[in-house]
């Protein structure tokens, strides 16, 4: 079903790019130089619209404008849109945010960002933008202004307002945009999602825990009723959108700034951004920078042929993404003792990772004998499917 869907959104940036065309006159531009020119006035302003749909490029484009442009003397508004993808605050716990076996099988990435916040499913119906500033410009309240007030531009009727968790709800209680934020030392962005026409249900489907018995100081994310715009305004066309947020940024700030068309893979443009790329598609930044957590579940265990069953208490301790300590408690009429034990040690200073630990349980399981091949097995895919 997912897979269905996301064929369907992938009807690319392009097209929302020649509709705003026959409006705005993009500028381009040979070099970052030439596109971030220095400003001697505190009111320049900038409009960009990034043509790639991959969310590490993206949020990679993010920490690369936030380093290298001079944001005390040029303010910026960020367009992009990705392919569908999971998305987790910083401080987040990916596997009880999101889940992460359906996202395999649907080839749905996981990215963290370097904000704080909740976690977010974005595809080619959702909106995102990323509002650049200096840290003392940094307002929150006037940049969803100028989505509330870009909304009620395009369709009067639409009842929308800005919450004080800095969402915008739609009818006093569907969310429409979430927002999160990320502030240097001199310098800030804060960016938000806009619901326009994402699958909701692939929402649902991937915004849900992993596995159960997890306990951490990560942040959580809040759950809310969320709703398309294009569920209120059917006409509402993303050009259209796309249009407004720009008039109105223009009017909010005073400037006067058309939209620049900036590809993220250019790297005589946007020189060492790849790198970043790399190091946002790592596995010891998606889940090696998890705040340390513990795991205290119950397995249940089943013997199909003696029709027997049991269960048996599983606790984990990781860091880093990295199993520091296992002690597992099987019913030794189930299964030797040593074998639980070794179990435990084998997978310690292993990725808490499926993957990973079946590497390391598949050797431990050659080594045994057949007598308890099949309960051993079985207690191996319990252990395993702990890990997502």
Known sequence: MISNTRTSLLRGWSAVCRCQHRNHQFRTSSSSSSLFPGSDSSSAGLVLQSDSTDVYQNLALEDWIDTNVDLQKLSIMLL???????????HQNPWTECNLPAMRMAGIPLARRRSGGGTVFHDLGNLNLTFFTSKKAYDRKRNLKVITEALRRVRPGLNVQATDRFDIILNGCYKISGTASRLSRRSSYHHCTLLHSADRSALATLLRPSCSGIHSNATPSIPSPVTNLLDHAPTLQLGELLDALVHQYNAEFGFSSAPSLINPADKSMFPGLSKTVTELQSWEWRFGKTPKFSVQTLLEL???QYSAHTSAQLHMEVKNGLIESSKLDVPTDW??????SELSAVLVGERFCPHRAAAALTALLRSETREHQGRLHNLCDAVLSVMG
């Open 302 to 304: 089943t013997d199909d």
């Open 80 to 90: 992009w849109r990705n392919q569908p993808a999971v998305v987790i605050g910083r």
């Open 335 to 340: 299964v030797p003792q040593q074998f639980s």
